[in-house]
């Protein structure tokens, strides 16, 4: 059974900092790209925004909204993925989640597409306050 748990959510001051982690179990680990998302407030159900991706040898690939303020890595030896966040603003106010099971060697454009993943943790909340 895959399961991926997140942790490392909470409520900042803009400006500040966060650092997600996310332990994946049930498949072999560094086989796969593992991705980062997240659902904005009112955002219809399932409608997913692209943070990050990483295949299985470290490439990164990020969203335009995203790039120079967070960094996606991974631990191989803990089965655990990683998001820092730096410099966050109100508008990073979302659930976030990730994703695992993108077959390792992925296009970036697959690796920041919600609709490659199959298997979902259940989301840490980050709220960014003014």
């Known amino acids: 059974q895959v399961q991926l748990a997140e942790s490392g959510g909470g409520s900042v001051q803009s400006g500040g900092s966060l650092k997600l982690s996310c332990v994946v179990s049930?498949?072999?680990?560094?086989?796969?790209?593992l991705g980062w998302f997240r659902q904005l407030p009112g955002v219809v159900e399932r409608e997913l925004g692209a943070?990050?991706?990483?295949?299985?040898?470290?490439?990164?690939t990020y969203a335009d909204s995203v790039k120079g303020r967070f960094t996606i890595s991974r631990d191989n030896a803990k089965n655990t993925v990683y998001l820092q966040m730096d410099s966050l603003r109100p508008e990073d106010t979302a659930m976030y989640y990730c994703?695992?099971?993108?077959?390792?060697?992925?296009?970036?454009?697959?690796?920041?597409?919600?609709?490659?993943?199959?298997?979902w943790g259940q989301g840490t909340q980050v709220t960014v306050s003014s």
């Open positions: 049930g498949l072999p680990f560094g086989d796969y790209c």
């Open positions: 943070i990050a991706g990483i295949d299985s040898d470290g490439t990164t």
């Open positions: 994703a695992a099971d993108l077959p390792r060697g992925s296009s970036s454009r697959d690796a920041l597409s919600p609709y490659k993943y199959n298997y």
